[in-house]
């Protein structure tokens, strides 16, 4: 299997009970290729953390990817009451980090 360090930019609106958000996150991802066909591909979130997505191909996997944390944001957006709890939440989900994939990021930064 290899691995790749992936950097990501998602820009989005989101709207939710009262508000309209512009998001932007600058995140840092693991991208993960197997090696037998079919060579599926899975890309984990470091940065934020807490999710990951796969496909067939590396750009499959990334529709994926981008998919599921916007699924998140909406799902954040869905449960607060108000902008200021959305704005807590998105923060909270934005610093979570996936330690063990944190680590394997670095040694992929250093080797690639």
Request: charged residues 25%.
């Amino acid at each position: 299997m290899a691995n790749y360090p992936l950097q990501f930019g998602f820009r989005d609106v989101v709207q939710g009970n009262g508000f309209i958000a512009r998001v932007a996150v600058e995140g840092r991802a693991l991208m993960q290729v197997g090696d037998e066909p079919p060579e599926e591909v899975w890309i984990e979130g470091v940065n934020p953390g807490g999710f990951a997505a796969s496909g067939y191909s590396p750009a499959q996997a990334l529709e994926a990817f981008r998919q599921s944390y916007r699924a998140i944001l909406f799902d954040i957006a869905s449960d607060a009451a108000d902008f200021e709890v959305f704005r807590h939440g998105v923060e909270e989900f934005f610093h979570d980090t996936n330690e063990p994939a944190s680590r394997d990021w670095e040694v992929e930064v250093r080797l690639h």
